[in-house]
DNA sequence: CTGTTAGCGCTTTCAA
DNA sequence: TTGAAAGCGCTAACAG
């Protein structure tokens, strides 16, 4: 006996378009013609049809819909992880905007490897997302921009759109969205915010290279070394990783090391900068009585921790992923977009007097 | 012309299993036993096969496949938001699951509003997600209840499972899983450490009344007041959302309305927290030395601020909603699980010695 | 305005 | 061990 035969075994099952039909006695096709709302339709049998469905608890298979050619409603987001609180902003951008445009959203979660990231873009590939948001940084080298480029490249075939957000571009024959924000700028603005209150050692806590977020910060940091006249030393830049115990780490060391060669801090991010702070405190030094302290990214402990900083428009970044990819008429196009960044002015730098 | 007939219009589409067949010169059902993996087959054809589908890069239609009849692998996940902390760490832990189950992660966003969540959860129904996870808060009446009750019969129907996640419990006839932690535990724990210090008039932050998470918690401060033999004012209590703002608003109204009456604050969650900590501090008071404060969650500002508080298994609440929405083997079954919390003592207390 | 019907791409009998 | 064919639930020609 087929599989399909479906002995009426007293299991009860979710209706169909079919048993809605029968129940308002019209055919599938009015029915489904009915609740798509793009025909005209008798008033009667609309409210013979819809009273079936209410009757019935009928809910569409999304997936006899999407095989039948309809275009599925959805976007994907790939992320490192959701905790991350830069990371949980775009993708609430992300959400908010799929939402707006009638989308469903799927997340999913890389941990940062970028084997796990394979895997889940060919899961999004079967899933026929409309679009593929990937967002974060990640070690730019050559095996990454083929792979990359082979993923827009079949992504685009497949009638969908990969966005690369706050991630660099590919290059101009690469069918892919590019949604960044204004690193350098950024890290140029409040490295010249530091100088300009007559800091010249500025330790910079977090380089990392080949990661691309870092890289941008740090080049915006030499730039206003360079820029402002104030000569550039390699042994204020301290190795770590984006995460507030990587600065209390980083901060210890340097505290313990030897004595103080620097009057402010440049962090490359926000939790680097609260980690460096708690570091700070416990050694005896206050900010900004004693030392000055930046971070970059505007989010959470910032504002409690009263650090002036960068603002990244984390939210507008994901919106602006889902606008471009579903508003570009053709799939599988090139567009690159630069969100500005400011600084927030808090309290935790004040004017260093040089003597 | 019918649209299936597809002329060859050059446009290349992506390839399916027919295409694969073709090219490995066997038939379709051969590719699908081969690629499923559950059949035995030559190795041979087995090469074949591979090599074809690699050569297409051929990637198997998720919407074909659950229209076949495959239980789709998702779980959904409705959360109010996905930056607030506590939903991004159970959001995390569904991931994670889930993702170690072989399962895709969707991922809805409700923004609070009942109306909201009802499509949310009907658009799940739609894509057969195997577990709905409902996470957070909310208003339990009794139209809430009905309606609940009404998804849970609804998935159990299409053979899915409606999961609870930090909501109250239905009822033993409603065929959903219900995750909690012990909001009142934690709250009586807490209220009890700042007794034991010695602190009597304690001001409760954030009390909201119908939403589950904050009533649970006044319940516990309650009761631990009265099993302390403490007199309970009601003017202690504070309303005001669960939100940062609403911390500071709350607690700037109460200094500025006349002499301050506590010696310590129980905020319901840490944002409120943060929110009154920034407030006592712009008023000159400072924290623990002349007022001690604590919180609920254990999550970001809570370090920054050394703030004592009360440690949710946020993540774990993910994991395990995940673990026994999959586990049960029949859908649509009634469980409940009590997940425990306890003190995290920082730095924001201090003893107050009545006189 | 409504019914009939042919697939969408895949899995799974059944037969060989 | 493999192939042929039915059918999952839905949409969109096409023909009334």
Chains 1, 2 share one sequence.
């Not at 980083?250 to 030897?258: H, K, N, Q, S, V």
Request: proline share 6%.
């Amino acid at each position: 006996m087929p599989r399909q035969a479906r002995p009426d075994d007293g299991q009860p099952r979710p209706s169909t378009i079919r048993d809605v039909a029968r129940h308002a006695g019209v055919s599938v096709a009015t029915v489904s013609r009915i609740l798509s709302g793009t025909y005209p339709s008798a008033p009667a049998t609309r409210t013979k049809v819809m009273k079936a469905v209410r009757e019935l608890d009928y809910v569409a298979n999304a997936h006899a819909r999407g095989l039948a050619g309809v275009r599925p409603k959805s976007v994907a987001i790939v992320v490192n992880s959701v905790v991350s609180p830069h990371y949980a902003h775009v993708a609430q951008g992300v959400q908010d905007q799929a939402v707006r445009e009638g989308r469903l959203c799927i997340v999913g979660t890389t941990g940062g490897d970028p084997e796990h990231e394979l895997a889940t873009v060919q899961l999004m590939r079967e899933e026929h997302a409309e679009a593929v948001i990937l967002v974060g940084n990640i070690v730019a080298d050559d095996a990454y921009r083929e792979r990359m480029a082979d993923y827009a490249r079949a992504l685009a075939l497949a009638g969908s759109q990969l966005v690369l957000c706050g991630r660099p571009p590919l290059g101009d024959d690469v069918p892919a969205v590019v949604v960044e924000y204004d690193n350098v700028g950024g890290a140029h603005a409040i490295t010249s915010h530091l100088l300009s209150a007559g800091h010249k050692r500025i330790l910079f806590l977090g380089r990392y290279d080949g990661y691309s977020t870092p890289d941008s910060r740090l080049a915006g940091y030499r730039r206003a070394l360079a820029d402002h006249r104030v000569p550039h030393d390699p042994g204020l830049e301290v190795q770590g990783r984006m995460q507030r115990s990587a600065g209390y780490r980083m901060m210890i060391e340097r505290l313990d090391a030897g004595p103080r060669d620097f009057t402010a801090v440049f962090a490359a991010n926000d939790q680097i900068a609260a980690g460096a702070r708690a570091a700070l405190r416990e050694r005896g030094l206050r900010v900004p009585d004693d030392v000055s302290l930046v971070g970059f990214d505007d989010l959470s402990p910032a504002e409690d921790i009263d650090l002036t900083t960068v603002h990244v428009p984390h939210e507008e970044l994901g919106r602006t992923a889902v606008r471009l990819a579903l508003g570009s008429e053709k799939p599988g196009t090139a567009q690159h977009v630069l969100l500005g960044t400011h600084i927030i002015v808090r309290d935790s730098v004040r004017p260093y007097l040089d003597r």
